[in-house]
């Protein structure tokens, strides 16, 4: 049975820094593109991130394009999202969802991870 979970969302200060994880079972991440999205109070689920499985090519949202990175760890199932110089305009809730190509359009993901919090506040 295939299941993403996402982890590493919390309370940070502006400026700040975390590290989401989204470990995968019953699937091989290495083969698929992976996409992190995340969904403000009020508003629709936006793409921040993907990684495709065709040579690791990265991309982002200008919003958070120098200030977060995405990789994957192939040993351990997973994929990363670190982020760094969090703004309050960061806060949401993040999921990963896999597919065979990197979208900005969630409706084209098959599989997603039930998300985790990151609130961004003083």
């Known amino acids: 049975q295939l299941q993403l979970v996402e982890s590493g969302g919390g309370l940070v200060q502006p400026g700040g820094s975390l590290r989401l994880s989204c470990a995968a079972s019953?699937?091989?991440?290495?083969?698929?593109?992976i996409g992190w999205f995340r969904q403000a109070p009020g508003k629709g689920r936006e793409g921040v991130s993907c990684?495709?499985?065709?040579?690791?090519?990265?991309t982002y949202q200008d919003s958070v394009n120098v200030r977060f990175t995405i990789s994957r760890d192939n040993d351990k199932n997973t994929v990363y999202l670190h982020m760094n110089s969090l703004k309050p305009e960061d806060t949401a809730v993040y999921y990963c969802?896999?597919?065979?190509?990197?979208?900005?359009?969630?409706?084209?993901?098959?599989?997603w991870g039930q998300g985790t919090q990151v609130t961004v506040s003083s």
């Open positions: 969802a896999v597919d065979a190509y990197c979208s900005r359009s969630p409706s084209q993901y098959a599989y």
């Open positions: 990684i495709s499985s065709s040579n690791d090519v990265t």
């Open positions: 019953g699937i091989t991440l290495d083969i698929y593109s």
